[in-house]
């Protein structure tokens, strides 16, 4: 899965290294980006412009299908199983036209702690947090799907342009060598040789594009623990990416 992830880089450098515009305001630096924020997506053009480079785009991390009566589901689709999207009703309709790119600085994941370990307030093994990232320090391309919700609940203005909210979810495979040790997935990660191909939403090739969930296994990653300080919400700040011996100290987590 992936629950947690680093945005640090600027707007600006993002969009120039996907060779994208930027519509889009910065969204800030963000060193614990949680389910249920703004995230950056990188999407081919619509409209009449499907010729013209992609765009940098926010999105709600969290999909929200178009027939969702409620946002809140959103919350319990921030990842969609690489194996399952052909078959699930939120996912199945958007895999062969709305895809997108999730820039990533790295991303988090948790080693399940073990007997002898440190424990957690409550007295269980505590999870030990790693923060996963490219080797040359360029960002991540994670593979995503988006779709566009209105909420029918407000008011119709007749006079007015329909709001749309466009959100976005992670596509997840399985870990390759690097991550295997610490869990059992990782996000999809698009090489940069097949980002056109992934954006382009007249590419209808299903069985092409799945072949891309097997190619996280190339890219190149480098892991180390961190502090469980990033187990917290509610911090936010570069130092939760820095190096920490995992039996250093006692744990912060809940989890």
């Known amino acids: 899965m992936c629950g947690r992830f680093v945005a640090h880089s600027p707007s600006d450098q993002i969009a120039a290294y996907f060779g994208a515009d930027l519509p889009v305001e910065t969204l800030g630096e963000n060193y614990n980006v949680t389910p249920t924020q703004d995230i950056y997506g990188v999407v081919a053009p619509r409209g009449e412009n499907v010729q013209s480079a ?25 990842n969609a199983r690489s194996e399952t999207l052909a078959e699930k ?81 992670v596509i997840t495979t399985r870990a390759n060598t690097t991550m295997a040790p610490v869990h059992d997935r990782m996000p999809v990660l698009v090489p940069q040789t097949r980002w056109a191909e992934w954006l382009d939403p007249t590419n209808h090739d299903i069985e092409a594009l799945s072949s891309l969930f097997d190619m996280s296994a190339d890219c190149t990653l480098e892991i180390r623990p961190v502090s469980t300080d990033v187990n917290s919400t509610r911090n936010n700040y570069p130092e939760l990416i820095n190096e920490t011996d995992p039996l250093s100290r006692p744990p912060t987590a809940l989890f």
């Not at 994941?109 to 505590?126: D, M, N, Q, Y």
Request: charged letters at 20%; glycine letters at 10%; proline letters at 10%.
């Open 54 to 78: 992609p765009q940098l785009e926010a999105f709600h991390w969290g999909l929200i299908p178009n027939w969702a009566k409620d946002r809140k589901i959103g919350s319990r689709m921030t």
């Open 89 to 169: 009703p939120a996912f199945k309709g958007l895999f062969p036209k709305k895809r997108l790119l999730i820039p990533m600085d790295g991303f988090y994941e948790w080693k399940i702690g073990a007997a002898g370990g440190p424990l957690t307030v409550k007295g269980k093994p505590a999870k030990q947090p790693y923060f996963v990232h490219r080797s040359d320090g360029k960002p991540l391309a994670a593979a995503g799907l988006w779709s566009a919700w209105q909420d029918r609940n407000q008011p119709i203005d007749n006079d007015a342009a329909p709001v749309w909210l466009h959100s976005a979810t």
